[in-house]
């Protein structure tokens, strides 16, 4: 064997790097935890993680909220429940002393709420009816992730539940959540207030110009609003507004020191795959930017075998031996008859009556040989899958471990990759499970 080929086998069997461990179940246990924030790039798993969090906190007796802002409504489904909205909804077949409360962001409706909270009863009519504000509610850019903030100080404020974990929004990249609620923040302040109402004061052309600069910082649905009926809806819309949105830079400075008190603990969710801890990475570094309190990396989908001390190359190199043991193995037959002078140029290679070496017997069934073949093809094949299994957690490994050389203070949990979608509690309960022991393969459970 060479160099090159001992050095690849070795990193297809090798033990993954020594890191820290995610002791999961002491971060929920502990009552000062007030907020778990699962966050990561889309597709990774937050939203699983999350309810699995929570499921399992509530098991262990806390009383517990589950924040998500996935569209796909896998949480109410998971859950038994129909459906999810702005409002928590209590989650049946719990078990333990605790609660668990579950509720989907409705952006729309907590941006509503966030006038009939700062407005009297008229003004909030005419902000809510308002064709600006309908659209600047739910079409401005960041405005989902601003408002799962927004919502998040409602639950925290309340002071029902003794753990909320929040799902955050399923953007491109993870660091919109930390962003968003500073950009949409700034928008709302004072000096965009005195921009748009620039176009009145100055009036005419000069003024709809002026607008249209303003207008450029808006999402393409603003732009529908067209002339003159555009311009008197602004007018409206700030004039009903102006004491009502003061306080949307406070309150989003307010969220942030939540997040950086030592009660919440982010959870950074991610694959074991480059694109994803690449981000996770990103993300790590800015939570240590911000000052808010890391707790670990959960490491979704990560494979497993039960036979890895069989690297890729030793099963490639038994299915290539099997494969060619089959061609040069003719023992007793064709490979003798093709020199028989008997049956030179002949199709006939056997007397009649006779089964031909290769051919099925007289009532049908398989001869010995080809029952073998098969075998010898079957197990070729279990071999190449196998191979491609293990060059599969040969690029995890290394995917990991470079994550663990830039982050060796970060503690990981790992979760095996599961054959199907967690569809159910007891799905839920298997992934709390996988989490808080930090074995990615688990036996089943015994029935």
Request: charged share 25%.
């Amino acid at each position: 064997m060479s160099a090159d080929e001992a050095q690849v086998q070795e990193e297809g069997t090798r033990r993954p790097a020594p890191v820290r461990t995610l002791d999961v179940d002491p971060l929920l246990d502990d009552p000062g935890t007030r907020i778990v924030v699962c966050c990561g790039s889309g597709g990774v798993g937050k939203t699983t993680t999350a309810a699995a969090l929570g499921l399992r906190a509530a098991e262990r007796g806390r009383k517990v909220v589950v924040l998500t802002i996935d569209p796909a409504r896998r949480l109410a489904q998971s859950m038994g429940i129909d459906s999810l909205d702005n409002t928590p909804r209590r989650v049946k077949g719990v078990d333990g002393d605790g609660e668990l409360h579950a509720m989907m962001l409705d952006m729309k409706r907590t941006f509503d709420e966030v006038v009939e909270a700062h407005a009297d009863a008229e003004r909030a009519a005419t902000i809510l009816s308002n064709p600006f504000y309908q659209s600047l509610s739910a079409g401005f850019a960041g405005t989902q992730e601003y408002m799962a903030m927004e919502k998040l100080g409602q639950l925290r404020a309340r002071d029902e539940w003794d753990l909320i974990v929040v799902d955050t929004p399923p953007s491109r990249s993870a660091l919109d959540f930390l962003d968003a609620p500073k950009r949409l923040g700034s928008f709302l302040d004072g000096r965009l207030i005195r921009l748009l109402t620039a176009p009145a004061k100055l009036g005419g052309r000069a003024g709809m110009k002026f607008l249209n600069v303003g207008m450029s910082m808006m999402t393409g649905t603003l732009g529908k609003l067209l002339g003159g009926q555009l311009l008197k809806d602004v007018q409206t819309f700030i004039a009903a507004m102006d004491t009502t949105f003061g306080g949307f830079r406070t309150r989003a400075d307010a969220t942030y020191k939540l997040l950086q008190a030592p009660g919440t603990a982010f959870l950074v969710v991610a694959a074991p795959e480059r694109d994803a801890l690449r981000e996770a990475a990103y993300f790590v570094e800015r939570l240590a930017a911000e000052r808010m309190p890391l707790a670990g990396l959960v490491l979704n989908r990560v494979h497993g075998s039960g036979a890895a001390q069989l690297s890729a190359e030793r099963a490639l190199a038994a299915a290539e031996n099997l494969a060619e043991a089959r061609i040069v193995d003719q023992g007793g037959g064709k490979a003798g008859l093709r020199h028989s002078p008997d049956t030179y140029g002949s199709s006939e290679s056997t007397a009649p009556g006779t089964p031909a070496p290769d051919s099925d017997t007289a009532d049908g069934s398989p001869t010995g040989s080809d029952l073998a073949r098969s075998t010898d093809q079957l197990t070729a094949g279990l071999l190449r899958l196998h191979a491609d299994r293990m060059h599969l957690l040969s690029r995890e490994q290394r995917t990991r471990d470079r994550f663990a050389s830039l982050h060796p203070e970060v503690a990981v949990a790992e979760v095996a990759a599961l054959p199907g979608d967690v569809h159910d509690l007891a799905g839920l309960r298997d992934i709390g499970n996988r989490l808080a022991a930090n074995r990615p393969e688990l036996p089943e459970a015994e029935v």
